[in-house]
């Protein structure tokens, strides 16, 4: 059974099709530009029931496009026992925490040991088909080296019925982070700055979009002129001075969206080598060794909430911190009253 996805064109599009249905394609198709072209070279493409046969043709804002996409062939992966560890499983849908270092799903330098790797072999492949023949099962991902929950879809129908709820922006997702500095909404800095607006309670919302960074097509970037809309809700938690926790709730989920939004105001998460340069703490912190060394971004996704597609009950899910992250804030703890910078 095909899925058919209706996209409608934001506001600046690429000149060409293929370009700005990259761009505006709901990130919970999974549908790369390539991919795109090919189906589009397939005749699966369509406005107002004219087939758009060229990845050239062009597009302009508001303009509605259909995209049908089949149904993969059966995925040749390999199944492999990795442990998982399963926080919720029914008949539609699992719940995994999943640990820093495992890749979600395969790609070039990445083609076993990953997440979908696991879930073949747990599940003796029972799962999704829709997110195509290399993310059986996979709804929504976290980066690599970050760590935390996610949902797998076990049936089509949970799959549709979740992507739906990302889609619209309903499910919960909050985020653990250890940043440099201290995000404060009293920072007249933090105020002054482009996207950035301070809401009740002290939450400092950032809103920008989120394009491919100009030179390194492995980063992303803040944009202000087109991208894709993203909206991080920042909070903070814990105050070491030098060091802090925050919570960051997700409002869009773009690649990378919260270690980005976090460098864009000045406090790139700790361990974060994409995005947070050659950033260390003085060492007039005593725990700056642990914080300097720490091996990955101080990342993890604590808490995830969504409809189940089908009973209709809301659940919520949580996680405690990681083992590598308690113990970098045990370390930051463990010197009362030491937060000079």
Not at 116 to 143: M, Q, T, W, Y
Not at 234 to 251: I, K, N, S, Y
Request: proline share 6%; hydrophobic share 40%; net charge neutral.
């Amino acid at each position: 059974m095909s899925q058919r996805l209706v996209v409608t064109i934001g506001e600046n599009p690429p000149a060409r099709l293929d370009k700005a249905l990259a761009r505006d394609v709901p990130e919970q198709a999974h549908l790369s530009r390539s991919r795109l072209a090919r189906l589009i070279g397939e005749g699966a493409v369509s406005r107002d029931g004219r087939v758009l046969d060229s990845p050239k043709a062009q597009v302009e804002a508001g303009q509605e496009i259909t995209v049908v996409v089949p149904d993969e062939a059966e995925t040749e992966m390999r199944a492999e026992d990795i442990p998982l560890n399963i926080v919720h499983e029914d008949a539609d849908l699992v719940v995994v925490d999943k640990p820093a270092g495992m890749v979600v799903h395969p790609a070039p330098g990445s083609p076993s040991g990953t997440l979908v790797n696991a879930l073949l072999h747990h599940f003796d492949g029972r799962l999704s088909g829709v997110g195509g023949e290399k993310r059986p099962g996979i709804v929504h991902r976290i980066d690599k080296d970050t760590s935390g929950l996610l949902v797998v879809a076990k049936t089509d129908r949970a799959h549709h019925g979740l992507a739906e709820q990302f889609a619209a922006h309903s499910v919960m997702r909050e985020y653990l982070a250890l940043c440099h500095g201290v995000p404060s909404p009293s920072d007249p800095r933090m105020a002054g700055m482009k996207g950035v607006h301070i809401e009740g309670n002290g939450i400092i919302r950032i809103s920008s979009g989120l394009a491919r960074h100009p030179t390194d097509r492995q980063r992303q970037a803040v944009t202000f002129d087109g991208g894709r809309h993203a909206v991080t809700r920042v909070r903070l938690q814990r105050d070491w001075g030098a060091v802090a926790m925050v919570t960051c709730r997700l409002e869009t989920g773009r690649t990378h969206q919260i270690r980005v939004h976090m460098r864009h105001v000045g406090h790139p998460l700790v361990g974060d080598q994409t995005y947070g340069g050659q950033r260390r703490v003085s060492v007039r912190l005593r725990a700056a060794e642990a914080v300097n060394q720490f091996a990955r971004q101080a990342l993890h996704a604590r808490e995830l909430g969504f409809v189940h597609p089908g009973s209709g009950e809301r659940m919520i899910f949580t996680s405690r911190l990681p083992i590598d992250l308690q113990g970098l804030v045990d370390e930051l703890d463990d010197v009362p009253g030491d937060t000079n910078a």
